[in-house]
């Protein structure tokens, strides 16, 4: 009897002792696991720093030639000075349109609010490059719609042109008003409004409480939507690309692409690398005054208990106004680029409204597309809408759990690395990937052109994104979960796989939708690393166009357009089911 107890006792240490190995090797298993795509971050924000400084990729020399020609370029000074134009602009439109909208949604008693709520999330999955091409077909001063009928009606010689960085920034304005209304939405919908009633118990009129108080204590959330808004704009790809690059106007992004792919000569990526580092080191300084802005963020509590009192502003007569304003912004942001692009697939050529133009509506240009690259095109978008969201969630929750579960003095570093996507450009992740693909592949590891490279920067690019997802959801739940696993015997993979991700299901759910709907109408990471073989959609689409085809490009687009039309009402309705929200 005493062997056998002597035997049970020994088993439950050697148990006991198992179970604390596995849970003193979990954090280290987690962290060298989230080591490698840090590794690949780090390697992405810095690696335009290290080509910059290099005389030749692989030689060990160093120079300062590539930011002396950069300096010395008027070409390169130009984009930037576009790039600041245009970012600017995109943010007044964007904060004009978004700013009211969010606060007759969330603080007034504006009817509808759930319709709106809505359109403006549809807004979001609106590719840009579908409005900058509808948006053509109005403003061009050639063969705009409204141009050719001024022409036509009143004879004049001048036009309301759309090509031109205030242009550019109006569309791209207008596509991101809907982000701007998300995020702020949230601090407006937080806001107590005993300040402001006081402030209109004490005389102040509708002016000065929206300067004095409601503005103020939003500046928070209107600052984070401001700079990210910005950093938006000044790696912006698709809007720039389609009305500005054909009419010489370039940015930072456009100047990267034709720089790293010109028509003649050989790519000057050192100096490319030069302009990048710029821009790297700009969108960190934009970001590190957005955290001191965030360190402050006590000063903006208004919310106390008992006393926080949500009431909505009565509109009364003026919600015919404000309906008419919201109905503006959809009619000019939304409607009119679709309907161009509709009215530009059903004809031969581009032309205005016209009974003769009428008679001649067909879907030829539907049938005639070249379908053989389309379905490539889609097929290889299917893929990078499974993985790029498989990926990037994974890699997020890794990230989360190593930031909020493990005590590894590294933690507050993998944080940091996972908000870089956020802060640096895309542009300038492919950018660097392109370069490094170029130059370090071989034999089966040879990623120049390949699919796997777009899959990876886009995964890289949505990690910010899925780390919100993940930090959120994981911390609602309690570690005891987790000991209690470990201490049955668990491992972290089972642990991870019968615990973890069951309770973090709908938040994966609902992330692994957004990136999807992302990755499918993306279109900066694969132009720039584009290649025949891992053509996506909407580079499928940008080809026709650059081609001339306007109009079988408009037919192309529309059909990627109802192919995405499915997947936003899953995502709005599962969305609206869970409670979650972007």
Not at 44 to 52: A, E, K, M, Q
Not at 227 to 238: E, M, N, P, R, S
Request: glycine residues 6%.
């Amino acid at each position: 009897m005493g062997d056998a107890t002597a035997g049970n006792l020994a088993a439950i240490s050697s148990r006991n002792n198992r179970h604390i190995a596995l849970r003193n090797i979990a954090p280290q298993v987690m962290v060298t696991s989230a080591l490698f795509p840090a590794l690949i971050i780090v390697a992405l924000v810095l690696g335009s720093i290290w080509i910059s400084f290099r005389t030749d990729i692989l030689s060990p020399g160093l120079t300062l030639q590539h930011y002396i020609d950069l300096y010395s370029d008027p070409f390169a000074y130009r984009a930037f000075l576009n790039s600041i134009g245009f970012s600017l602009c995109t943010l007044a439109i964007a904060f004009f349109f978004g700013v009211p909208i969010a606060w007759l949604t969330e603080r007034t008693d504006l009817k509808g609010r759930s319709a709106i709520y809505t359109f403006m999330t549809l807004g979001i999955f609106i590719p840009s490059f579908f409005s900058a091409m509808g948006w053509l077909f109005l403003l061009h001063p050639r063969i705009g719609m409204i141009n050719t009928w001024f022409r036509q009606l009143f004879g004049v010689t001048t036009s309301l042109s759309i090509v031109s960085v205030p242009g550019m920034g109006l569309v791209q304005g207008l596509g991101l008003a809907s982000i701007v209304f998300v995020l702020t939405s949230a601090s407006l919908r937080a806001m107590d409004s005993y300040l402001e009633e006081a402030a209109q118990m004490s005389g102040a009129r509708f002016g000065a409480r929206l300067r004095r108080v409601l503005l103020p204590l939003a500046w928070p959330g209107l600052l984070a939507s401001g700079l990210y808004v910005f950093t938006i704009g000044i790696g912006a790809f698709d809007v720039p690309l389609v009305i500005g690059m054909s009419n010489r106007i370039y940015t930072f992004s456009t100047y990267l692409y034709v720089m790293s792919n010109p028509l003649n000569g050989v790519p000057r990526y050192g100096v490319v690398a030069a302009f990048a580092s710029f821009m790297v080191v700009f969108a960190l300084l934009l970001s590190w005054w957005y955290s001191r802005v965030l360190a402050q963020s006590r000063r903006y509590q208004v919310i106390s208990g008992k006393a926080y009192r949500p009431r909505l502003v009565a509109l009364g007569k003026w919600q015919i106004l404000a309906w008419a304003f919201v109905a503006g912004f959809f009619l000019i942001a939304k409607i009119m680029p679709l309907v161009m692009m509709l009215w530009a697939s059903l004809l031969p050529y581009f032309q205005p409204f016209s009974m003769k133009a009428l008679s001649s509506l067909s879907f030829n240009n539907y049938t005639t597309l070249n379908w053989s690259l389309l379905a490539r095109g889609l097929g290889n978008t299917a893929i990078l809408m499974i993985t790029v969201p498989a990926i990037a969630l994974a890699i997020s929750l890794i990230f989360s759990w190593v930031v909020l579960r493990s005590r590894s003095r590294f933690r507050l570093a993998f944080d940091f690395i996972a908000f870089l996507p956020h802060a640096v450009p895309s542009t300038i992740f492919a950018f660097v990937a392109l370069v490094f693909a170029l130059t370090f592949s071989f034999g089966a590891f040879d990623l120049s052109g390949s699919l796997v490279l777009i899959i990876t920067v886009m995964a890289v690019a949505m990690l910010s994104f899925g780390t919100r997802i993940t930090n959120s959801a994981l911390i609602q739940v309690h570690t005891e979960l987790e000991e209690a696993a470990a201490i049955a015997g668990a491992s972290l993979f089972d642990t991870l796989r019968q615990i973890l991700f069951p309770l973090l299901k709908p938040a994966f759910l609902f992330g692994w939708l957004w990136i999807a709907l992302l990755a499918f109408r993306e279109l900066t990471i694969p132009m720039i690393l584009f290649s025949a073989s891992n053509v996506t959609y909407s580079v499928a689409v940008w080809g026709l166009w650059y081609s001339g085809l306007f109009d079988a490009a408009a037919a192309a687009n529309l059909i990627m357009m109802v192919l995405l039309l499915p997947l936003v009402i899953v995502y709005l309705r599962y969305a609206r089911k869970t409670g979650l929200n972007a």
